[in-house]
């Protein structure tokens, strides 16, 4: 029943329409189809608006329906009346999970928010800098590493291995991202901290010195504006580290912190089982204090008060425009106390004062849905929805490296569900990722093909792809801290090769309307070949995504408005391929990997 209707919020005018907004929607159905109503309980009870159709081709029928958005979010599902010759009506319901003719829960409806403040700059790619640095303070001996030399496992460096990097080089290779053809650079943590990692932050206010300190990251904001590109800060408000002048265990700051004075100011900051020594941290980890959000005092100088330490990077002169939070699934829970819808809510309301525009986005490997959306996050890492089904596929693995293969239908069956779960509006701005620092890189795990296929589904989903640094290039790297390499600048590891097919790619995402903003469909072709279709306008792009080595097959492309008699070409190969016109594709023989091929609209 794949051809009887398609709607997903890419159909919705305007895209992120405010609280009064006159909105459209519409959908595409078959010709059997013979009214369509679109129904939702605002209100508690159910309403329902009647679609006309408005255009039509030899195989489609578009219906549509203007109506006022009177509520801040709005569930609503379709009712479709099929009739054929000689056969009494067919009811059917469209909802963003399913296609059925029984009577559907409410969680399964599309979803449409009122859209006050957000982003609306984006909608392009970003690219993923670490900055290594020096260390500072007492957690053990450093070691200074070369560029070239790959990074200690932790048993030998423990994380205090150091490769010299700072925010003055990331300006003077700007020049690279730019040609790379990138909208902005996701930064992993530059505040004060002890590790080469910087997750263990020790001051929120002050730029680790190592780095450039705050006149690094001066020049850096101000030439980044210059070039019109974007930029994010990594901040972590889940835990700090221990040295962190608010608990103060290694005696880094004059003043006294938790760890030492059960009276002072922080002290309410964290929660002690026993003071001083037995606290609540991050997965047990006694280097990583955790927050605790019941602590007012905690709330203002993190984010409420007009002097709160996540404000200060958002004015001049540093004006970053927007967070990437780590551990965002923790943030405000710990055992009985599970505050984090409240926290990301105010959280991300103090920071919008400053500006509405703002990126926030968290961390979350699992379901992102309590913290994201309605005046929460406008996104998250999308682990979830798009990388691990995607790797799983690919690799046959998780993120641990334990063997659970994935099939191609199967990989679509949970980038769908949690397309559903999270809304359209969400989806567009939910970061795409194919490796992470996280993640051993998918080229070391499964090999180049694999690789490519992972990137040209990434840079075709709705969301913003997010390039690890080095994936440009062809850097490999295993698990961690192998995955995390300085960024090479010249052979062997540096691959022209690469970069010209990861630039080919990026400018098809960056010049195709269709892949931003068209109808999105998600298919398996048998368990090693996965289909993504973009349709807008009349024009479409289609992504071929072979897990392994395919010979001449035939694809049917019927179920997708325009394809039945259009053209498609290869991007990267510039190989022109027809599609008939009942909507058959014949592709020839393969490798492992993936095409892009786009039409032009017609």
Known sequence: MIALAHHDGSRVRP??????????????????????????????????????????????????????????????????????????PDLWWLTARALQRSTPLDGADFLLRAVDAGPRWLGGE????????????????ARRREWHEAPLPWAEGRNLDFHGGDLEGVRGKLDHLETLGIDGIYLTPIFASLTNHRYDTIDHAAIDASLGGEAALTLLAAELRRRGLRYLLDAVVNHVGAGHRWFNREGLFAERGAYQDASAPSAAYFRFDRWPSRYRSWKGVDLLPKLDFRSEGLRDALYRSRDAVLRRWLRPPFLADGYRFDAANMVGRDRETQLHREVWLELCDSLREERDDLYLLGEHYFDPTPIVGAGRLDGAMSYLGFTFPVRRWLAGEDPSGESVPLQAAEACEQMREVLAAVGWQTARRM??????????????????????????????????????????????????????????????????????????????????????????????AGSDRLLLARALEGALALVVADRSASGREELDLSHLPGAPGSSLRDVHTGETWRVSAEGRLELGSSRAGGRLLLGAAR
């Open 431 to 524: 970061m795409l990722h194919v490796n992470t620092h996280d993640l051993p890189r998918l080229r070391s795990v499964a090999g180049e093909g694999a690789f490519r296929a992972a990137t040209l589904l990434q840079l075709s989903m709705p969301g913003v792809p997010c390039v690890y640094y080095g994936d440009e290039v062809g850097l490999l790297g295993g698990n961690d801290p192998d995955n995390r390499r300085p960024m090479p600048w010249g052979a062997p590891e540096w691959s022209d090769e690469s970069l010209a097919w990861f630039r080919v790619a990026l400018a098809a995402r960056r010049g195709s309307r269709v892949l931003r903003e068209g109808a999105l469909w998600l298919w398996a």
């Open 15 to 88: 895209e992120d329409p405010r609280l009064g907004d006159e909105v459209e929607l519409w959908l595409w159905a078959a010709p059997e189809v013979t009214a369509v109503t679109l129904r939702a309980a605002p209100e508690g009870e159910e309403e329902t608006w009647p679609l006309s159709c408005d255009a039509k081709d030899r195989r489609w029928r578009r219906w549509s329906v203007k109506l006022r958005l009177e509520w801040p979010e709005l569930r609503y599902r379709f009712r479709l009346q099929r009739e054929e010759a000689g056969a009494p």
């Open 126 to 141: 970003v690219d993923r800098r670490p900055a290594a640095g020096e260390p500072r303070g007492k957690l053990g001996p």
